[in-house]
């Protein structure tokens, strides 16, 4: 069966502290790996795909990471306004649906 | 970038009422649109995928005559929840890839939070 475990599953973090999410991730054939932002009461908002084992993508000061097994959203120097629930899925191959973990609640202090 | 847009944002409907929610895809046609729930602090739950032109496709353990899929174009699906009671309050996500089939990721809209009273 297609499994996401995202940790922790919260975590505070001072304003500066660079730290990193984590997304595990059992899949029979990995077709990509998705991270999006989500801010309490919206919907998520889109952020990285990756394909391929080794493949890295940045934006500002997130930099998400793949492995064979999962992938990493580090987030270097984080501001208040990082603060969001960070998901992680994994697109299988064929047509099943995507998969989603339960994410992680990010706390970024001033 | 793509836009789904989703209304309303916020409804309070009463028990025995049937609430509509509706998914637009803004600069993009959307041949398939996904509905999802999600409860407090939990992840997104995938209730039924929306086809233009044909049924909806309904997970498992969600009743189809409760809640109605209809995605009449290219551009507009419709969730409609029927005889909504207490236990339907929750979040719903509407999201839509620009192709579907590839490696194109989701695009959401904002949520609709129901409230059955």
């Known amino acids: 069966e297609d499994q996401v475990t995202q940790s922790p599953e919260a975590l505070r973090l001072q304003e500066g502290e660079s730290s990193s999410l984590n997304c595990s991730y059992t899949v029979s054939g990995l077709r990509g790996l998705f991270w999006y932002r989500q801010d309490p009461g919206k919907g998520p908002e889109f952020l990285f795909t990756?394909?391929?084992a080794g493949e890295e993508k940045e934006k500002e000061r997130l930099k998400a990471t793949l492995t064979k097994k999962e992938s990493f959203l580090h987030i270097t120097a984080p501001k208040p306004e990082d603060s969001a629930t960070y998901l992680c899925a994994v697109q299988p191959f064929g047509n099943t649906p995507l998969v989603f973990g339960k994410g992680t609640r990010l706390s970024v202090i001033a | 970038g793509a836009v789904v847009s989703q209304h309303p944002s916020r409804v309070i409907c009463k028990s025995g009422t049937s609430v509509k929610i509706e998914c637009r895809s803004l600069?993009?046609?959307?041949?398939?649109m996904f509905w999802y729930r999600q409860f407090p602090k939990q992840s997104l739950m995938l209730m039924a995928t929306s086809n233009e032109g044909s049924k909806a496709t309904y997970e498992q353990g969600v009743e189809k005559d409760k809640f109605l899929i209809n995605h009449a174009s290219l551009t507009l699906s419709t969730l409609t929840v029927t005889s909504a009671h207490p236990e339907d309050s929750s979040f719903y996500i509407c999201s839509a890839p620009t192709v579907f089939g590839g490696n194109s990721p989701l695009h959401f809209g904002n949520g609709t939070r129901l409230t059955v009273t």
């Open positions: 600069d993009f046609q959307a041949t398939t």
């Open positions: 990756l394909y391929s």
